[in-house]
């Protein structure tokens, strides 16, 4: 028996009103974690007075005292405040993004060792003292002398590529050529320093240790060549020149390179000969954020997604390394930024996730759980996988928060608009 026409029209419409109250709710939630995330990065700025060069704490609410968590007190990754700077421009505040920027641009011409214009992967937070940026450490009571981090004091390619993203950000928000000139600088110390010509070719890792001993990373990460890649292809786009089109080339092949066509996921790299791939892990990162840096992409790519939740997925999270120990806020907000890219919906389960990792400070935590693992070592000195994420307010969460609550794309500094290869 066919349906009376008006109940069919009746049904219709109450389909269409629960999706209308169910697209406004989703809207609300994404609405209020941008506003919410946005006032923790402005406080956080605004905290640091004046107008002057400044780097945020990437673990603001540390405190002296505490030994366990002393070699992260009053430190300023790069990478985490390179994001900030991305995410306070997207929450309309690019003067304070350019103070983050400004602060780079002195780093790297005041180094203290080195005259090649590098950046290290993390500086003392707060207001620079006159010229220079300090490098993080602290006097160690216990022996009396002065410590310092090999990985902080080191220079990282993606750490170093996503310093660039931030000061091309800056560039299209003030048109001052300044930050142009120092993205390219930033891109042809990585040329110089970390280009590998062993197949696949690629950028390397980089340099890690302290500055009397410092030694060549020669893996080649995926995640690092995304990063590359995108702010290579930016700036080809603002007009650019030979050298960084071809560093777009190699990164961008090594990407192509790392796409397994069988199991539909990125490979997270080679091994530290630099040569053998790495096919036991998976980096939740690698995994989408080709989806936000190529566009377009190869149609294959988009089958990704089943390898990311079936790989990734915590709960109503996603975690980093695969079948992980807990959520990653960070990767989370990654996931629903490159959903949002991908032309796909993002729950509204993950929207209230991330909202629920505000601390009482405002920042986001890095994890729900007490620890969550990665399965990849802090450097070549760790004896076994020590990087890991604690559950302590992070800057970096907060800012992919920001990111995915605007629908902003950091590998371009646009607002997202759904790729062409959306299946």
């Known amino acids: 028996m066919s ?3 008006r109940h069919v029209a009746s049904i219709s419409l109450i389909c269409m009103m629960f ?3 169910h697209a406004n709710t989703a809207d609300a939630l994404q609405q209020k974690l941008a506003d919410n995330s946005c006032t923790s990065l402005r406080s956080a700025a605004a905290a640091e007075p004046g107008n002057g060069p400044m780097l945020l704490p990437s673990y603001p609410t540390l405190k002296q005292g505490d030994d366990s968590t002393r070699a992260l007190q009053d430190v300023a990754f790069i990478y985490d405040n390179a994001l900030a700077g991305i995410a306070l421009t997207a929450c309309g505040e690019p003067n304070q993004a350019r103070r983050i920027a400004d602060a780079l641009l002195l780093a790297a011409a005041h180094d203290p060792s080195f005259k090649d214009g590098r950046l290290r992967n993390a500086y003392r937070a707060g207001l620079t003292d006159a010229d220079k940026v300090q ?3 602290y006097w160690q ?11 902080q004091v080191g220079t990282s390619t993606g750490n170093v590529a996503w310093a660039t993203l931030l000061l091309l950000t800056v560039y299209d928000s003030s048109h001052d050529r300044r930050y142009l000139k120092a993205a390219v600088a930033q891109l042809r110390w990585i040329q110089v320093h970390a280009t590998g010509t062993a197949p696949p070719a690629g950028y390397e890792g980089g340099l890690f240790g302290y500055d009397n001993a410092q030694r060549a990373q020669h893996w080649k990460a995926t995640e690092h060549n995304i990063d590359v890649y995108a702010a290579a292809t930016w700036i080809v786009r603002d007009g650019g020149d030979p050298v960084v089109a071809l560093q777009a080339k190699l990164a961008g092949s090594f990407v192509n390179a790392m796409w397994d066509n069988t199991q539909h996921r990125f490979l997270v790299g080679t091994l530290d000969d630099g040569k053998t791939l790495s096919r036991d892990k998976s980096g939740l990162d690698a995994q989408v954020w080709p989806l936000l840096a190529f566009n377009p992409h190869p149609a294959e790519w988009s089958k990704v997604w ?17 079948q992980p120990d807990g959520i990653w806020t960070e990767g989370t907000a990654q996931v629903a930024t490159a959903l949002q890219a991908s032309g796909k919906t993002v729950p509204d389960t993950v929207w209230q996730l991330l909202a629920a990792q505000r601390g009482d400070g405002g920042m986001l935590y890095a994890t729900p759980q007490t620890r969550i693992s990665t399965d990849f070592a802090i450097g070549p000195t760790s004896t076994h ?3 890991f994420y604690y559950h302590l307010p992070h800057l970096g969460a907060t800012a992919w ?3 995915a609550a605007k629908g902003w794309n950091p590998f371009t500094g646009q607002l997202i608009a759904p790729t062409e290869n959306t299946p």
């Open 141 to 151: 009571s216990h022996g009396n002398y002065w410590s310092q981090d090999p990985y």
């Open 135 to 137: 490098l993080p450490g």
């Open 385 to 387: 996988a020590d990087f």
């Open 19 to 21: 999706a209308s109250t």
């Open 306 to 322: 089943s390898w990311v939740d079936k790989q990734h997925r915590s709960g109503n999270g996603y975690g980093y390394r695969r």
């Open 401 to 403: 928060a920001v990111l």
């Open 3 to 5: 349906m009376p026409w």
